[in-house]
Nanobody
Framework: QVQLVESGGGLVQAGGSLRLSCTAS????????MAWYRQAPGKQREWVAS???????SYTNSVKGRLTISRDNAKNTVHLQMNSLKPEDTAVYYC?????????WGQGTQVTVSS
């Protein structure tokens, strides 16, 4: 049984920082790509950042230079360091594990950025 459990969300003022974490179980973590998505109220879920099994990273344009994705294969954990947060970053953030056609999702963690 695959489980992805996110943590670290919360309420922060604009310009502040948060660090999200996602711990996986039930998969061989090191061979899976990992990603973060987010869904704001009334909007579709959107991709935020990815880190491949080999460690290469990619980001959506709106977060480049502010958010950093990283992984710790020894702890089966992926992180999303979020700096210089903006009100438009407010959303539920979801952890995603992918390999081929397989996708697994966490339950989401709320991030709220106040202006």
């Amino acid at each position: 049984q695959v489980q992805l459990v996110e943590s670290g969300g919360g309420l922060v003022q604009a310009g502040g920082s948060l660090r999200l974490s996602c711990t996986a179980s039930g998969i061989i973590f090191s061979i899976n790509g990992m990603a973060w998505y987010r869904q704001a109220p009334g909007k579709q879920r959107e991709w935020v950042a990815s880190i491949a099994s080999g460690g290469s990273t990619s980001y959506t344009n709106s977060v480049k230079g502010r958010l950093t994705i990283s992984r710790d294969n020894a702890k089966n954990t992926v992180h999303l360091q979020m700096n210089s947060l903006k009100p438009e970053d407010t959303a539920v953030y979801y952890c995603n594990a992918y390999r081929g056609v397989r996708n697994y999702w966490g339950q989401g963690t709320q991030v709220t950025v106040s202006s």
